[in-house]
């Protein structure tokens, strides 16, 4: 992949230059938009790999610039919204964001969430015209078709809603999922008791995926939003 280059939408001035001068410094290609709408037509123009996306933009919902951008692209969204506005961090992924950094965030941080991204991104693409029934990450393979997971070759013993629940988050690789998200996926609502539910399945599905005494993470928590499958 050629260096991708990184569209910053942020109306403030000095931590859109931050980033930038980051940017520049790890000779990434930058394009910059100050609003939503500039956002929308830069995206639309230049069609940039990733885009760092402001919540909060002078013009625009920054939920409504990830719609009006998904409504026609898949370009990977990070989404930096400020502290505590975990609603709004729910309600982006909701939207198709892929992942979020919350304010005040270190550019170590940005970066090793846009290293995440750019790896998914490439991951897709050599995905493209290979076996897509197989799923391989790490010590961990799962056989779609076969409807079998296996950790260094020997099988796992997965529930019907553990093996779905693995295959959710195994195809979002690298993206952050909802609790909404996969209590929709899963059992095609979301309840408060799925998502207690969920947090159970995940227990006993991260006992039988994360095993001793060298165990991979291969499941991140997000307190309060959700569950993503790392790349190991
Ligand atoms: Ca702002």
Redesign the pocket.
């Known amino acids: 992949m050629n260096k991708p280059v990184i569209l910053v939408v942020?109306?403030?001035a000095p931590i859109r230059n931050l980033m930038v001068t980051t940017l520049k410094a790890h000779d990434y290609k930058y394009l910059t938009a100050p609003t939503g709408q500039e956002a929308v037509m830069m995206t639309a123009s230049h069609n940039p790999d990733v885009i760092f996306l402001?919540?909060?933009?002078p013009d625009m919902d920054g939920i409504d610039v990830i719609e009006r951008i998904r409504s026609w692209s898949n370009i990977p969204i990070i989404v930096i919204s400020a502290r505590g506005e975990d609603e709004d961090k729910i309600a982006a992924l909701d939207a198709g964001a892929d992942d979020y950094l919350t304010k005040p965030f270190s550019v170590e941080e940005l970066f090793a969430r846009l290293r995440v991204t750019i790896r998914r991104l490439s991951m897709m693409n050599s995905d493209s015209g290979t076996d897509r029934s197989i799923y391989t990450n790490g010590n961990l393979k799962i056989d779609y078709p076969a409807g079998c997971a296996y950790l260094n070759g020997d099988e796992l013993k997965l529930t019907p809603i553990e093996f779905k629940l693995l295959c959710l988050l195994a195809k979002n690789t690298g993206k952050v999922l909802t609790h909404t998200y996969i209590t929709q996926n899963i059992w095609g609502r979301s309840w408060d008791n799925d998502i207690a539910s969920l947090r159970v399945f995940m227990v006993t599905l991260r006992k039988k995926l994360e095993q001793s005494p060298d165990p991979t993470e291969y499941i991140q928590t997000h307190v309060g939003i959700g569950y993503r499958m790392i790349k190991v």
């Open positions: 942020e109306d403030d402001d919540l909060g933009l």
